[in-house]
């Protein structure tokens, strides 16, 4: 298995640009989650799918991010207008029902806006 | 909302000296699992505990699960230079969402 994939790898965006992260989870894993890691807030859950149904996101900082999952094996989260204090890697995890399974968190977006 | 807490934030210890790493939650939780990050990579997934008490082994390193499930602890048994990263725990409550501690960043000296 492939694991979880993620691109991006690193991204660098001017501020106000439209930033599109995309992520690819294990195969028959029906849970997602969006995290985002920086030095200051450590590792925060942004948004977290149930077979494909955005379940909490309560974690999304403002309206400029926006989640998907329109199917099973592909998830995006975008910002729009992006901004500076938006620099952070971005990871994706999976896990085989929900939160209470292991998660298995992809190689991580590292976006950089200037 | 809930938080959990990890102590210390940063251990440099010498080849061969145990570590130990600290989790408290605000709330009692279901279940609390381990992660470890290595400098630049992403986090691995090393272990649940789901029962009061619960103590389990993975070669050198013991993990704890509290009586009241509230905190936990990862201890390793002289440390080596492989074990150098950053050692997550993470809550869940009854609200099956998993709560991340600001981890611990742990550096071995040869």
């Known amino acids: 298995d492939a694991g979880v994939i993620q691109s991006p790898r690193h991204e660098v965006t001017e501020m106000g640009q439209e930033v599109t992260l995309r992520c690819k989870p294990i195969?028959?894993?029906?849970?997602l989650f969006w995290y985002r890691q920086t030095m200051m807030r450590g590792l925060e859950l942004l948004i977290y799918?149930?077979?494909?149904?955005?379940?909490?996101d309560s974690g999304m900082p403002e309206d400029r991010f926006s989640a998907k999952m329109p199917n099973a094996s592909f998830s995006t989260l975008k910002i729009q207008p992006s901004e500076p204090r938006d620099s952070a890697v971005y990871f994706c995890?999976?896990?085989?029902?929900?939160?209470?399974?292991?998660?298995?968190f992809g190689p991580g977006t590292r976006l950089t806006v200037t | 909302g809930q938080q959990v807490m990890q102590i210390p934030q940063y251990q440099h210890v010498q080849e061969g000296e145990d570590f130990t790493t600290y989790c408290n939650s605000s709330t009692t939780l279901s279940n609390i699992q381990w992660y470890k990050q290595r400098p630049g990579g992403h986090p691995v997934f090393l272990i649940q505990?789901?029962?009061?008490?619960e103590v389990k082994k993975q070669k050198r390193l013991t993990f704890q699960f509290g009586e009241a499930k509230k905190n936990s602890s990862l201890h390793i048994t002289a440390t080596q230079t492989t074990d150098v990263g950053t050692y997550f725990c993470a809550g869940e409550t009854s609200g099956s969402r998993l709560t991340f501690g600001e981890g611990t960043q742990l550096t071995v000296n040869p």
């Open positions: 799918f149930n077979n494909n149904v955005p379940i909490d």
């Open positions: 505990l789901v029962k009061s008490g």
């Open positions: 195969s028959g894993h029906n849970s």
């Open positions: 995890a999976s896990s085989l029902m929900r939160a209470s399974y292991e998660q298995y």
